[in-house]
């Protein structure tokens, strides 16, 4: 057990073209957000285990004597990792009081945390005494990779807190990767979090939010794109709650009655996904930049009206749309639909009034928005000096006096 404190940091995701298609074997493009989710860890010297969770209001302690039915309770390999049994779920479920059905975020989030925390300690003889705080800057529920991102943090520090895995040297103001293979175990213990939280995911979000950059998946393969450029982004939340689940299987619907129809839409929605991987290598060769921005805005509208003939589309999304290209920028859902999250590109030469006028309208119908980025890295080892120093006091404080 590493008697260090550090910081880690995972990236949300949106899924820039092939939603809903993907589901029919298409392909679909997903991209790290420059919305984060940080963890700090600190040793503790008084055999305890803190869990603080400030964006769901979560502080909770436990002894690790009380926690030591976890290296009973669990046969892991750390280096192999293996789907949690249904049995072990409801051996956490009954120590931390949290009915069965329960499937709230702080209820999953917590655990998740058991899960991995037992699961990644079994190789010591000890249980480590640890502070934890996890913050994010990702909403919660709005499709955009925040369970992942806090699985990749749980996942990475508890590795390497272990000594499972190195801890990289750290770097001044930037954040420090580690290799490959590490990368690779933080993803399948990170995806074996996302499984506990959402039963059966692809496994896409967690990737993001491990390597990210832009991932190609198809078919259940999982490829990162090597030339990739940042692009400039909005990210809008149009706070509509609704049913990934229900808006599946009306696509699918409609796919069983309209076939000749919807089959033609879908494979259009791939085309527009290998055409926009085409576009983003051209992007990062530094050509014609003009030029591929303005295809990249084509391929927005093209596939946000095929999202809205699949059926898909929402008014508070076409309100995002329209309000958008008041502005002269483009804009298309990102996730399932009928609600939720949509991004509008921001080319380079995009004038900031442009930008300030869009989030302003788009403020005042409800919505919450954010300028950001997308395409950037993934799991991250980050030094002080590299945060905000708003996010490190947050960081801090969880452990403070306790």
């Known amino acids: 057990m590493t008697n260090k404190t550090f910081i880690v940091s995972a990236p949300g995701k949106v ?3 092939g939603e809903h298609a993907v589901v029919h074997g298409k392909v679909a493009l997903a991209v790290s957000l420059n919305l984060k989710t940080y963890l700090r860890i600190q040793p503790r010297s008084d055999q305890k285990v803190q869990l603080f969770l400030p964006n769901i209001e979560t502080h909770l302690s436990w002894e690790t004597t009380k926690l030591q039915f976890l290296q009973t309770a669990i046969n892991a390999d750390v280096q192999n990792p293996k789907a949690v049994s249904q049995e072990l779920v409801e051996q956490l479920r009954q120590f931390a009081e949290i009915s069965e059905g329960e499937t709230d975020t702080k209820s999953l989030s917590i655990l998740c945390f058991l899960y991995l925390y037992g699961s990644i300690s079994t190789s010591n003889s000890h249980l480590p005494s640890v502070d934890i705080v996890v913050w994010s800057e990702i909403p919660i529920g709005a499709g955009l990779g925040s369970s992942a991102a806090y699985c990749v943090c749980l996942a990475a520090a508890l590795l390497t807190a272990n000594g499972a895995i190195t801890c990289p040297a750290l770097q001044e103001n930037v954040g420090t990767k580690w290799n490959d293979d590490e990368l690779e175990l933080i993803n399948k213990w990170a995806f074996q979090g996302e499984k506990l939280i959402h039963g059966n995911p692809s496994g896409v979000d967690n990737a993001v939010g491990t390597w990210g950059g832009v991932l190609r998946y198809h078919a259940g393969k999982i490829d990162p794109l090597s030339r990739i450029p940042t692009l400039r982004i909005l990210l809008t939340n149009t706070k509509v709650s609704r049913s990934t689940k229900v808006l599946v299987a009306g696509v699918k619907d409609k796919l069983n009655k309209l076939p000749s129809i919807i089959k033609p839409v879908l494979d259009s929605i791939d085309a527009i996904s290998c055409e926009c991987e085409r576009i983003l290598a051209a992007i990062a060769s530094g050509s014609n930049i003009n030029e591929h921005y303005t295809i990249l805005e084509e391929l927005i509208d093209i596939n946000q009206h095929h999202l809205n003939v699949i059926g898909v589309g929402h008014s508070s999304l076409d309100r995002l749309c329209q309000v958008t290209a008041t502005y002269g920028l483009h804009s298309k859902l990102t996730g ?47 030094s002080p000096s590299s945060l905000q120093k708003d996010i490190f006091h947050l960081l801090c404080e969880g452990t403070n006096g306790q």
């Open 15 to 17: 899924i820039l073209h």
């Open 336 to 382: 399932a639909g009928g609600g939720g999250c949509g991004l509008t590109l921001l080319r380079p030469d995009t004038s900031p009034s442009a930008v300030e006028a869009s989030k302003l309208a788009l403020k005042e119908c409800g919505y919450d928005c954010w300028e950001t980025n997308i395409g950037g890295s993934g799991v991250s080892l980050l």
